[in-house]
């Protein structure tokens, strides 16, 4: 067990396994998107169906997971104090996943209603929780790497937040909005400054205790946020002149630079790990940090082939690789492995000293995760090549989604078991209810 966590404070498990439940379903409206539009979904990154599905799975299955993750990783591992998790939980959970589906609807029709309506839900659910959270990073008495990345990773959601809603404000009144200016802004501290900051901020704990890897060298974890900030920061100079345009594609290669170094750092340690059994964490991680290398190589060869990189399926390209290889495969691997943790963990408070609760292993059959595992990868292989041949785009699209219907399966069984072992535990009278 990490020597710095600490449980007291630690919310109901319904916290966080609210939102862990209902984000592979985005996933798998995202796929069933693809099932039904085909190819053309993926002519270029600014067709409405494009935009739904980068959408579902930014503000439907990665947000829903990363918000429900912080409720669970501030009290435990930072050391933060959430204010009323379990009823700012309840507000957040429900009006974040309305927004993302009216939202998603919006893009098709360009309803004005949807926008607006979507935009203000955001604004509440994000900005509630961004105060009360926010307020809790900063008043936690923890020093480190880890919790000046978590403030990064908060700041670059209140930005991507606020960007997004300015955007689907001007979408709704049709506004001369300069939309490729503003929706790379949006995106880079979406994907950069919150979601990469959240999950490498998670990782310098969850990497090194679950994987059994050598900690992440201090000179990596004390620059990447600043590093990460000061990209971001030039790239959104944009927003306000034309200085750096001559520098924009310099700006994004050098972001996704510091995003790699981060990764194959990642991929260093986890090939120097004590325990050399196979992990399905591990697998899913490895593929994640392997995806990053090839967005960056992807990215360079683009740069200096401008006839690949002004190809409208090259943006699509990219597209795949961060959101479904880097983010779903990550974040699919943590979740894995945190249900069954915070299952042990609630159980273990349940028992007191008098019974061991069970084994996480117990918690999502190995064999069910390892076969998910495979079709995820599968299913990512399959999208990549239906960027190039846009026929293999229906058959991508069922196996993504089949995948992230698996996943959700694996997370109620998790759930299933958690219910189980508790109600053996009552029976036996070795545990109370609190």
Same mark, same amino acid.
């Given at each position: 067990?990490?020597?710095?966590?600490?449980?007291?404070?630690?919310?109901?498990?319904?916290?966080?396994?609210?939102?862990?439940?209902?984000?592979?379903?985005?996933?798998?409206?995202?796929?069933?998107?693809?099932?039904?539009?085909?190819?053309?979904?993926?002519?270029?990154?600014?067709?409405?169906?494009?935009?739904?599905?980068?959408?579902?799975?930014?503000?439907?299955?990665?947000?829903?997971?990363?918000?429900?993750?912080l409720?669970q990783?501030?009290?435990?591992?930072?050391?933060?104090?959430?204010?009323?998790?379990?009823?700012?939980?309840?507000?957040?959970?429900?009006v974040?996943?309305?927004?993302?589906?009216?939202?998603?609807?919006?893009?098709?029709?360009?309803?004005p209603?949807?926008?607006?309506?979507?935009?203000?839900?955001?604004?509440?659910?994000?900005?509630?929780?961004?105060?009360?959270?926010?307020?809790?990073?900063?008043?936690?008495?923890?020093? +480190?790497?880890?919790? %000046?990345?978590?403030?990064v990773? /908060?700041? @670059? $959601?209140? *930005?991507?937040?606020?960007? !997004? &809603? #300015?955007?689907a404000?001007?979408?709704?009144?049709?506004?001369?909005?300069?939309l490729?200016?503003?929706?790379?802004?949006?995106?880079?501290?979406?994907?950069?400054?919150?979601?990469?900051?959240?999950?490498?901020?998670?990782?310098?704990?969850?990497?090194?205790?679950?994987?059994?890897?050598?900690?992440?060298?201090?000179?990596?974890?004390?620059?990447?946020?600043?590093?990460?900030?000061?990209?971001?920061?030039?790239?959104?100079?944009?927003?306000?002149?034309? +200085?750096?345009?001559? %520098?924009?594609?310099r700006?994004? /290669?050098? @972001? $996704?630079? *510091?995003?790699?170094t981060? !990764? &194959? #750092?990642?991929l260093?340690?986890?090939?120097?790990?004590?325990?050399?059994?196979p992990?399905?964490?591990?697998?899913?991680?490895?593929?994640?940090?392997?995806?990053?290398?090839?967005?960056?190589?992807?990215?360079?060869?683009?740069?200096?082939?401008?006839?690949?990189?002004?190809?409208?399926?090259?943006?699509?390209?990219?597209?795949?690789?961060?959101?479904?290889?880097?983010?779903?495969?990550?974040?699919?691997?943590?979740?894995?492995?945190?249900?069954?943790?915070?299952?042990?963990?609630?159980?273990?408070r349940?028992?007191?000293?008098?019974?061991?609760?069970?084994?996480?292993?117990?918690?999502?059959?190995?064999?069910?995760?390892?076969?998910?595992?495979?079709?995820?990868?599968?299913?990512?292989?399959?999208?990549?090549?239906?960027?190039?041949?846009?026929?293999?785009?229906?058959?991508?699209?069922?196996?993504?989604?089949?995948?992230?219907?698996?996943?959700?399966?694996?997370?109620?069984?998790?759930?299933?078991?958690?219910?189980?072992?508790?109600?053996?535990?009552?029976?036996?009278?070795?545990?109370?209810?609190?």
């Open positions: 067990m990490h020597p710095d966590l600490s449980f007291d404070q630690a919310p109901p498990v319904s916290v966080p396994y609210r939102f862990f439940l209902t984000a592979p379903w985005f996933g798998v409206a995202a796929g069933l998107l693809l099932v039904i539009q085909g190819g053309d979904a993926l002519v270029s990154r600014w067709t409405p169906q494009a935009l739904m599905l980068t959408h579902l799975l930014t503000v439907g299955f990665m947000l829903q997971a990363m918000v429900g993750a409720f990783f501030i009290p435990v591992a930072a050391g933060g104090n959430v204010w009323q998790a379990n009823r700012l939980a309840s507000l957040v959970h429900p974040l996943a309305v927004a993302a589906v009216l939202l998603v609807l919006a893009f098709p029709s360009s309803t209603a949807l926008f607006h309506a979507a935009a203000g839900l955001f604004a509440i659910a994000l900005g509630s929780y961004g105060l009360i959270v926010g307020i809790a990073l900063w008043r936690t008495p923890a020093q +480190g790497a880890t919790i %000046l990345t978590l403030r990773a /908060l700041f @670059g $959601l209140m *930005v991507t937040a606020t960007l !997004g &809603v #300015v955007l404000i001007g979408l709704g009144l049709q506004k001369s909005l300069d490729f200016e503003w929706t790379n802004v949006h995106a880079a501290w979406g994907l950069g400054g919150w979601a990469l900051m959240l999950i490498a901020g998670v990782s310098y704990f969850v990497v090194p205790m679950f994987q059994l890897t050598p900690k992440y060298p201090a000179w990596l974890t004390r620059t990447l946020p600043w590093a990460m900030l000061a990209v971001l920061c030039l790239w959104s100079s944009q927003l306000i002149g034309d +200085g750096f345009v001559w %520098l924009r594609g700006i994004w /290669l050098m @972001g $996704l630079l *510091v995003a790699t981060w !990764g &194959v #750092v990642t260093r340690l986890q090939f120097r790990r004590r325990r050399k059994v992990d399905i964490t591990l697998t899913f991680f490895r593929g994640g940090m392997l995806s990053l290398v090839a967005l960056f190589i992807s990215a360079l060869l683009f740069e200096v082939n401008p006839n690949w990189g002004t190809h409208p399926r090259a943006d699509v390209w990219l597209g795949v690789l961060i959101l479904q290889g880097v983010f779903v495969s990550v974040i699919n691997g943590m979740l894995y492995k945190i249900m069954p943790f915070l299952n042990w963990l609630h159980l273990q349940l028992c007191g000293l008098t019974v061991v609760p069970p084994n996480m292993k117990k918690m999502i059959p190995d064999v069910s995760m390892f076969w998910q595992m495979r079709l995820h990868f599968s299913a990512l292989a399959l999208m990549l090549c239906s960027v190039v041949w846009p026929i293999l785009t229906r058959p991508a699209g069922a196996l993504f989604a089949l995948s992230c219907a698996w996943m959700g399966v694996n997370l109620l069984i998790g759930v299933k078991s958690y219910r189980q072992f508790k109600v053996q535990i009552l029976a036996s009278g070795a545990g109370s209810e609190s």
